[in-house]
């Protein structure tokens, strides 16, 4: 099993530009999410899902969508990036209470 | 207001010491406590579970403690190794739902040699 894989690992955009994070996992979980981690706080949950074609937000949605049209893949989207969505992006499934994270992305808004 | 507060903020330690990283947390109603590591550049993994009848728990040189009275969890590093230099996260679960963990901000730990 691969785990979770994102891709791309590191990302530089322009403010106003948009991109799609991507995420899959190949261990059948149903719940996926994603979070961003910022220096000297806590991981913050921006949008999870709880299944194929079911999305919720999380605690920071504002500039993020997302979609899940299938179990393995989990895409986020920022619609038009600002400097404040500069951050490492983690997402995660998550099966009996244990959560997997992705190696995540590091992504820089100039 | 939910919280989970850990401390030191940043330890260095020699090899072969051990240590104590600690975390607080005012989550309620809760429903388990999590420590992950995570490693300069990647996801965080998994050391410990602990729901609220368990004191202790061990994984392997990781041993993590609980006392759901003060609402306060350990996290001891025994014989350090060079390896174990990381940021250590402590994550507190609500009870009853999928989405709703709060994540401390982190001990990033030094090992030198």
């Known amino acids: 099993n691969a785990g979770v894989t994102q891709t791309p690992k590191f990302q530089v955009l322009k403010t106003g530009q948009s991109m799609t994070l991507q995420c899959a996992q190949d261990m059948n979980h149903e719940y996926m999410s994603w979070y961003r981690q910022d220096p000297g706080m806590g991981l913050r949950l921006i949008h999870y899902s709880v299944g194929a074609g079911i999305t919720d937000q999380g605690e920071v949605p504002n500039g993020y969508n997302v979609s899940r049209s299938t179990t393995e893949d989990f895409p986020l989207r920022l619609l038009s990036a600002a400097p404040s969505q500069t951050s490492v992006y983690f997402c995660a499934s998550r099966r009996q209470g244990e959560q997997y994270f992705g190696p995540g992305t590091r992504l820089t808004v100039t | 207001k939910n919280q989970v507060e850990q401390s030191p903020q940043s330890l260095i330690i020699l090899e072969g010491k051990n240590c104590t990283l600690q975390?607080?947390?005012?989550?309620?109603?809760?429903?388990?406590l999590r420590w992950y590591k995570q490693d300069t550049g990647r996801g965080p993994v998994s050391l410990t579970i602990?729901?609220?009848?368990?004191n202790t728990k061990s994984n392997g040189r990781y041993t993590a403690t609980l006392d759901a009275d003060t609402k306060q969890s350990s996290l001891h590093i025994t014989a350090s190794q060079l390896s174990d230099s990381a940021s250590y996260i402590c994550v507190v679960s609500f009870s009853g739902g999928y989405n709703k963990l709060i994540f401390g901000a982190g001990t990033r730990l030094a090992v030198h040699p």
């Open positions: 602990m729901t609220f009848s368990e």
């Open positions: 975390c607080n947390y005012t989550v309620s109603p809760f429903s388990n």
